[in-house]
C-alpha cells in the first residue's frame, strides 16, 4: 500500500503488490500480542487486554493520539517494558519473559540515538561491536547497510556533517545490519519537515519491501500510517479500536473516533428510517433520500461520516441536496476549502476545481458523491483521552 495526494489536497491510498505475494526475508518473524496488559503502578493502565498480531515480512502501523498506548505496545515488543499479563511471541518463541539482549529485535528511535563522536561507520558498527562481531564481517556488513540505503561513501562523516534524513538513514542501517527478525520504528520521521519526511518514509518502505522486513511502526501522523502500511491498528485509551488495511480504514471505518483520526470527516447526527432485507439503510436528509449500505446498524439513531473530497456543492434542488451556505471560501494552490453552515452544523468540503469558485456567503445545494457516506454507531465519541 501506498498513498499519494489528489488534486484536491486529499490523501488517497493506492493498492500494492499484498505482502504474501512478497519474497520474506528468511530471518523475518511474525509477531504475537495474547491478552496483553501493561499497569505502571497499581492505577494507570497503559496497554488494556490487547491481542493483535503482526505477519512475517508485513509492516504494521500502530496508530493513534498521545497517551493511547502505541509506544507502550512497541516497548513491550522490544523488551524496554515488560507485560504486566499476557503473552508475547516472536515467530514460536515466548519472549514475555526475556530481556531486550535476548530478543532478536532492533529499533529506531525518534531522536536517532547516534554518537555525535562515532563517524558514521563506527555508528553502524557500534551494535555489532557489542555483539562481538569479528572485524572483517563488521566493515563489511556496516558497509553494505550504508549502501542500502544510500549513504555509500559517507561512512568517514561525523552525524554533525549530516542532514536530518540522513542520519535517520544511518539509524536504519545501524538497526538492518544486525539482521533482525523484527525492526521497531518510533516516530522515526518527526524531526523532519514535511518534504522530507515524505521522502524518507517512501525510503523505509521500500527498503522493507526490497528487504521482506517484518516492521511494527509507530505514528499518531495518520497521513504516514496511510503511505507506509500494510495494514493499520488505530489505538485509543489502551485498546485497539480497529485493525485494518489503509483503505478499509478510511473508508468503512468503525466509529467515529477512527473516521475523525484516519484522515478529516464531517461527523452528524441522524436517524436511519428503516433497513431492508439487503442491509440497506434509508436515511432522509431534508428530504434528499439516502440508500446506504447498513453496516449492521438497525433503524434509529445513528452518525454520518462523509469525507471533506466527497461533499459536492452546487445549485439547489430541493431533495437532491441540502440548503448551504458558504462561510468561508480558500484557495490553497491546487484545492478549495469550503466551510459550508447547513442545518446540522458546519460542513467543511474540498474541491479540486479552482478555476471557478463559490465566493463566501453564496447559497449552495450540498450533496455527495456516491461513494461518500458512510453510517457509524450513534453511540461513540470522535475524541479520545490522552
Known sequence: MSTTNNTDGQTAVHVGQSPASRVINQKAA?????NVTKIYGSTVTAVDNVSLSVEAGELVTLLGPSGCGKTTTLRMIAGLEMVSSGI?????????????????VSMVFQSYALFPHMTVLENVCYGLRVSKVKAAEMKERAHN??????????????????????????????????????????EPL???????????????????INLGLTVVYVTHDQEEALAVSDRIIVMRNASI???????E??????????????????????????????????????????????????AGAAKLAVRPNRIQLGNYQ???????????????????????????????????????????NTEVGVSFADRGPVLLPADTTASSTN
Open 190 to 208: 518527526s524531526n523532519l519537515d514535511a518534504k522530507l519526511r515524505r521522502q524518507v518514509r517512501e525510503e523505509i518502505r521500500d527498503l522493507q
Open 145 to 186: 547497510g550504508l549502501e542500502l540505503v544510500g549513504l555509500e561513501g559517507y561512512g568517514s562523516r561525523l552525524p554533525s556533517e549530516l542532514s536530518g534524513g540522513q542520519q535517520q538513514r544511518v539509524a536504519v542501517a545501524r538497526a538492518l545490519v544486525l539482521e533482525p527478525q523484527v525492526l521497531l520504528f518510533d
Open 88 to 104: 508475547i511471541r516472536i515467530g514460536d518463541t515466548d519472549v514475555t519473559r526475556l530481556p531486550a539482549t535476548d530478543r532478536d
Open 318 to 360: 430541493a431533495g437532491l441536496s441540502i440548503a448551504g451556505r458558504v462561510r468561508k471560501s480558500t484557495y490553497v494552490g491546487n484545492h478549495m476549502e469550503y466551510v459550508v453552515e447547513t442545518s446540522y452544523g458546519n460542513w467543511f468540503a474540498t474541491t479540486s476545481e479552482v478555476d471557478h469558485v463559490f465566493a463566501e
Open 249 to 298: 480504514l478510511y473508508e468503512q471505518p468503525a466509529d467515529s473516533f477512527v473516521a475523525d483520526f484516519i484522515g478529516e470527516a464531517n461527523i452528524i447526527e441522524i436517524d436511519i428510517d428503516s433497513v431492508d432485507s439487503n442491509q440497506r439503510a434509508s436515511v432522509d436528509l431534508e428530504g434528499m433520500k439516502l440508500q446506504l449500505d447498513a453496516r449492521g446498524l438497525a
Open 30 to 34: 511474525s509477531v504475537t500480542f495474547e
Open 241 to 247: 479500536a480497529q485493525n485494518g488495511t489503509p483503505r
